[in-house]
């Protein structure tokens, strides 16, 4: 069974986590299945940005990200040759190192306020 290794993120996963994931389950609900509250804003339709995670090992493990995904992606916060919306990259199975980055594109928009 692949291992979905997450880096330390400040609010959702302070001491990093390391999961046991499960072949063709996406990355999103990996996380959420084991606790871990990443932002989904589009309920995991491939509609938003809000699941940007950096995939820093095993990326190559993944399927290749679709013409919308890679669209959407374009729209990211600290978007990484390496990014993949989490609701649309499903676990192989390599392990997987990921990094949730530290802003979603909403956090940003309603900071300012």
């Known amino acids: 069974m ?3 290794i997450v880096l330390p993120h400040v609010e ?3 001491e990093g986590a390391v999961i046991e994931a499960r ?3 996406t990355i999103c609900d990996t996380l959420l299945t084991n606790g871990i509250e990443i932002e989904h804003a ?7 940005t ?15 990200s679709e013409e919308k995904e890679d669209d959407l992606l374009d729209k990211a916060w600290g978007l990484e040759p390496n990014s993949r919306l989490s609701c ?11 990094e949730i980055p530290k802003y979603t594109i909403n956090m940003v928009k ?4």
């Open 50 to 64: 809000t699941c940007h995670v950096i995939v820093r090992e095993g990326f190559d493990s993944l399927e290749p």
């Open 88 to 98: 649309q990259a499903k676990v192989a199975d390599a392990d997987l190192v990921v």
């Open 2 to 4: 692949p291992q979905l």
């Open 110 to 113: 309603e900071g300012g306020h």
């Open 23 to 25: 072949s063709g389950e």
């Open 12 to 14: 959702l996963c302070p």
């Open 42 to 48: 589009c309920e995991k339709s491939c509609a938003c």
